[in-house]
Every structure is written in structure tokens, then in C-alpha cells.
């Protein structure tokens, strides 16, 4: 079997270190690792399969040779490495907001649109929110999708290691250092800054994204992203409505037949998504499926993923997996 280069760019990070432990427990066939991060983080050691690595400085020669280079170290550096690590002949897969509406550039959920991928360039990777949402959508495209409302319950692991700090802070009876409240004792929603039409960049990016990814540019979305005092894993109460008519056990079947999904459905018994029980998982969890007695062809549902797993690092591999598996690396 062939063996890849791989770049890990931002090696150092929350993220950066679950790719190379979702690479390590995929099997990914690595041939040369290489790990880069900023000049601060370079000299440290990271373990990768019984070996040390240590990581090294970003730098626009960065990228000889590698296969696939996977990023996940802001929209700046990403905005800046990734075209010089696609023009070196790797295939990039980037974690951060910057590529992920531009033209040209595919927006990928393995399990959904993995051909969008043409070939050399680019990926970007969705919005932790947004990934967890258009899985169990997706198979209910077929009953006419016409609106969708998310509200997020979003962990502090989603602001990368400060977020988890502060939470840890303020539980101690520290003041909070990072978020403008006290996260152990209230929910903010407030995630990434306000646009002027009182939406905030997060959702704005799930509005778009899911309209990108589900190839429904016109379909009616809105969000609002709140974050929880919850250390890892996201929440999303989704009402989606129909044109056709829809019942539960229809959305259970289409559901249960979605690569990427698990139904956890059995609210009597107390079975039903939550974050404990997504930690360390890279399927989504699915359940509190129930008409939408609001409007006549309405679902609702809530869906519960590992942010940092699923959300991030495993989806990025996942698309690397898919594309080797296809011959298209």
C-alpha cells in the first residue's frame, strides 16, 4: 500500500494534536511526518506511533514533498500557507473559516459530498455546528427541505484551550479571563463577533455552510449559537420543515441509514444525545426526533457530536481517508 507525506500544521493545538491521534488509531498510512507550528512551539516534542517528532517553525518551504497537508492553526496562517502547500503539489486540508465560502473550493462532510472534491488544491473543513447538523439532514433532502433553525449548545473546547481554561477558572471561583461572563455559572450567546445584522459571524457561518455543503443555496436557514458551561462536545436543536409530508419513523429509517449517524432515540428510557456520551466518538448522535407541532410538515430533532473529533480533526481525516480509498491523492 502507498504511503503519504503528511504536514501537520499546527501540530501543537487542541486540534492539531487529535489529528495525529485519530491518524494513529485510523491506521492512516503515513510514509514522512512532519510537524509544524509557530516559532514559539518549535523545538517541542510531540509522539506520534512510538516515535518522537519535533516540531519545527512554519516556513514557506515548508511543504516539499508532502502528499496531504492537514491545517488547523487560524485564518491567517491559512490564508497564507495554504495555496504555497497547494502549489508544492499537497492536497490541503484546512480547519479554519477562511476558505470555506470561496469559490472553487469544496466544503466537505465526507459522508455527504466527498464529490466535490476535483482533484489537487484546497479543502476546507465545516464549522464544528455546521458538520453535526447537515448529517442528519442530509438524508431528508428528499422530502423537500425548505427551512431549517438551529440553536447551538456549544462546549468551551470550541474556543480551543482558553475556553476550557476559563471554565476551569471561573469553576475554582477565579474571575473569567477569556469570556465576557462568568461560563461556569451562565450560557453566553455570544460566538465570534456581531455582524451589523445582529447575527454573529458563527452563525452566519452555519447559515451559509449548510446551504454550500447541501448544494441548497436558497434554502432558508437561520442560528443562534450559544455557549455552554460543557467541556467537550457540541449540542444542535435542529426544527427543520418540509414540503412533503414526513413522519418520525420515516426520519428514523432515513437516519439509521446515514453513514456518520447514529440514532439514539429512547427518550422514556433517558436515551437521548448528549455530550458525555459524544466524547470520543466521530459518529453524531441523533435522537429527541419528534413532529414540530408548530407547522405540518415539521421535525425536530437534536444532534450531539465530539467538537473536537468529528467536529474538527477526524472529519479532516475522514476526507483524506475517502479521497486516498478513491485513488484521488
Known amino acids: 500500500m502507498r504511503r503519504y507525506n503528511v504536514a501537520v500544521v499546527g501540530a501543537t493545538g487542541l486540534v492539531g494534536r487529535t ?40 516556513s514557506e518551504n515548508s511543504f516539499e514533498g508532502a502528499d496531504i497537508a492537514l491545517f488547523s492553526a487560524g ?18 486540508i484546512d480547519n ?41 439532514l442530509y438524508p431528508l433532502k428528499k422530502y423537500g427541505l425548505k427551512r431549517v433553525c438551529y440553536t447551538t449548545y456549544q462546549a468551551v473546547s470550541g474556543s480551543g484551550q482558553k475556553g476550557k481554561n476559563d471554565l476551569f477558572r471561573t469553576l475554582n471561583g477565579d474571575s473569567p479571563q477569556f469570556y465576557p461572563h462568568d461560563i461556569s455559572k451562565t450560557c453566553i450567546p455570544e460566538i465570534d463577533v456581531f455582524l451589523p445584522d445582529g447575527y454573529t459571524k458563527e452563525e452566519r457561518k452555519m447559515i451559509d455552510e449548510t446551504r454550500k455543503i ?6 432558508k436557514v437561520s442560528a443562534t449559537c450559544v455557549r455552554v458551561p460543557v467541556p467537550n462536545s457540541h449540542a444542535v436543536a435542529i426544527a427543520a420543515e418540509f414540503e412533503n409530508e414526513i413522519t418520525v419513523q420515516d426520519v428514523v429509517t432515513a437516519l439509521e441509514g446515514q453513514d456518520g449517524v447514529t440514532v439514539t432515540n429512547r427518550p ?13 466518538q466521530d459518529e453524531v448522535l441523533v435522537g429527541r426526533i419528534r413532529k414540530d407541532l408548530s407547522c405540518e410538515n415539521g421535525i425536530l430533532m437534536y444532534s450531539a457530536a ?4 468529528k467536529g474538527a480533526a477526524a472529519n479532516a481525516v475522514q476526507i483524506a481517508m475517502r479521497l486516498i480509498k478513491e485513488g484521488k491523492i
Not at 28 to 42: D, I, M, Q, T, Y
Not at 130 to 136: A, C, K
Not at 214 to 219: G, I, V
Not at 268 to 280: I, K
Request: overall charge negative.
Open 214 to 219: 447541501l448544494h441548497m443555496p436558497e434554502l
Open 75 to 92: 485564518g491567517a496562517v491559512s490564508e497564507k500557507y495554504a495555496p504555497i502547500a497547494a502549489a508544492a503539489g499537497a492536497v490541503v
Open 19 to 58: 489529528f495525529l491521534q485519530v491518524m494513529e488509531e485510523y491506521g492512516f498510512p503515513v510514509g514522512n511526518l512532519r510537524l509544524f507550528a509557530s516559532e514559539r512551539s518549535a523545538g517541542s516534542k510531540i509522539n506520534y506511533c512510538g516515535q518522537e517528532f519535533t516540531v519545527e517553525e512554519l
Open 268 to 280: 422514556q428510557e433517558h436515551v437521548y444525545p448528549v455530550s458525555t456520551l459524544a466524547n470520543g
Open 96 to 136: 479554519s473559516s477562511r476558505w470555506r465560502m470561496e469559490n472553487g473550493i469544496p466544503l466537505i462532510v465526507p459522508e455527504i459530498n466527498i464529490g466535490d472534491f476535483s482533484g489537487g488544491g484546497i479543502i476546507a473543513n465545516p464549522n464544528c455546528s455546521t458538520i453535526q447538523s447537515v448529517l442528519p
Open 306 to 309: 465530539d467538537n473536537i473529533r
